[in-house]
RNA sequence: GCGGCCGUAGCUCAGUUGGUUAGAGCGCCAGAUUGUGAUUCUGGAUGUCGCCGGUUCAAAUCCGGUCGGCCGCCCCA
């Protein structure tokens, strides 16, 4: 093509595309509002520091994905990756949300992180966001689970998904089973991948998902989180299994589910699919009891999660049609005067009316059937002396005569 | 960031071992007595063969680079 080439890992979201991608937030913004969530939005970018603090300086995301630049005022700035930091940063910036606790948000927006575009991974995507500020009981993770299950429902795609749940503990029982953990990969050091050598360091409960065979087989022996979960942890996370049984819905503990960015505590899920190529995640959270502290904020526990919405777009049904429009072809000056009152008197009634700007009969009777207009109201010189219009049903072909002050009635659905 | 595949009309794709004005279907536009669409018929335009450079008498075709898409890894939504 040219050089007009949008920048790599952006796309532009043509009518039809965006018919769907507003389906997807429609459709999550409703069962949000069904379960008191209230929406929200805060900033495209913030400063680099929050994303830094909040996400963990060792994470890939800070570390090699995040779009940061300097502003006029040589603030280092951060166009966001995720949804939660922000979120978090906003709470603590207005303190009267610390009076509406367990504050429910749901939110939606662009998110920007320089990776290799894929298919279902772009540099400028969009997520769903739900979060619970304030609310350390599991009854809030079950509940946000319990949303995402239903949004996933709505969609049609809960189905072809499954959700892995795991439990990453207290920071006491991470910390303890970081230790252990780490000692026992330090030990086989010399036999992991390069990869999970690298991860060692950085976040060694990432080399229990290693797809490298050799370090799947020294994950065999690997000691397991949940024998080193503390009595708070295992209480929490046996609660949180039991309200998701007791609320029918279908999940399966994943001990390998790890989640890569720092703020996680407790419960960790995925809802995932196998048919989106290597992107299996189409939505996914925790639970983040620290960050808002971390933040700077008042102690408060959080919990929530974020979908991809192009992820979720290639999953879904088509959504329903819009409604069929009614086409008015006026010919000649006089009528074509008169159309536009007409046309506005009915659009006024929540008729979808279409009026061209110009053409003939057969021009205009073309650009109705492109449209997939249900009618077409035709008013020449005749029927303007008549106060009347040809009514004609486009998929039946019959056409009738209709006085001008009936038409709203004559096109009610 | 690593490895691999690919790039020809708006879309889906043909295009022989390099060879003359680069093709098809769909779609688009225009006509078939100017007040009636979708069907049918006729005609038309599709295009810097992603871009830049190289090899050659000659490049859509071979080579290099670059941009973009896709697949796997990594990571995640």
């Known amino acids: 093509m040219s050089k007009m080439q949008p920048v790599r890992g952006t796309h532009d979201l043509l009518p039809d595309d965006y018919r769907r991608f507003a389906h997807v937030v429609d459709t999550a913004r409703d069962v949000a509002r069904l379960y008191g969530y209230r929406e929200m939005a805060t900033p495209i970018f913030e400063f680099t520091e929050l994303f ?26 951060t166009l966001r990756p995720e949804y939660t930091a922000g979120i978090c940063r906003a709470f603590v910036s207005n303190g009267e949300l610390a009076q509406q606790l367990p504050l429910k948000v749901f ?21 769903i966001d739900l979060e619970v500020l304030g609310a350390p009981e599991p009854g809030a993770d079950i509940e946000v689970i319990s949303v995402a299950a239903d949004i996933l429902d709505r969609l049609t795609i809960l189905d072809r998904c499954v959700l892995k749940i795991n439990s990453l503990g207290d920071p006491e029982s ?33 080399i229990l998902d290693s797809k490298d065979e050799g370090d799947k087989a020294i994950n065999a022996n690997a000691p397991s989180f949940s024998d080193h979960l503390n009595q708070a942890s295992r209480d929490f996370f046996k609660s949180v299994q039991d309200g998701l049984t007791a609320a029918g819905i279908a999940f399966e503990v994943d001990p390998a589910l790890v989640r890569g960015l720092d703020y996680y505590t407790h419960t960790a ?23 808002i502290a971390e ?16 992820r979720l777009m290639m999953l879904a049904d088509e959504p329903r049609p819009l409604p069929r429009p009614v086409v008015i072809a006026p010919l000649g000056a006089a009528a074509e005067a008169r159309a536009l009152g007409i046309a506005r008197g009915l659009r006024k009634q929540g008729i979808a009316v279409e009026q061209d700007y110009r053409g003939n009969m057969k021009r205009r009777m ?34 009738r005569e209709v006085p001008f002050e009936t038409l709203a009635e004559a096109l009610k659905v």
């Open 52 to 77: 830094a603090r909040g996400i963990g300086e060792t994470t890939d995301v800070v570390s090699k994905e995040m779009y940061t630049f300097k502003d006029r005022g040589d603030e280092s700035l």
């Open 269 to 291: 899920f995925e809802f995932v699919t196998t048919h989106l190529g290597a992107q299996g995640t189409v939505l996914g959270g925790g639970r983040y009891d620290g960050l």
């Open 174 to 206: 991470r910390v303890g089973y970081r230790k252990v953990l780490t000692d026992y990969y330090s030990a086989h050091v010399d036999k992991l991948s390069e990869d999970s050598r690298n991860r060692l360091a950085r976040n060694p409960l990432r």
């Open 107 to 127: 939110a939606a927006g662009p998110m920007f992180r320089y990776e290799r575009p894929q298919k279902g991974r772009q540099r400028q995507f969009h997520q």
């Open 295 to 310: 933040l700077g904020g008042p102690p408060t526990a959080g919990i929530g999660w974020a979908g991809g919405i192009e």
């Open 366 to 399: 073309q650009r109705a059937n492109k449209l997939n207009a249900r009618a077409a109201l035709i008013i020449g010189d005749d029927e303007l002396a008549k106060g009347v219009a040809q009514l004609k049903d486009l998929d039946s072909g019959t056409q």
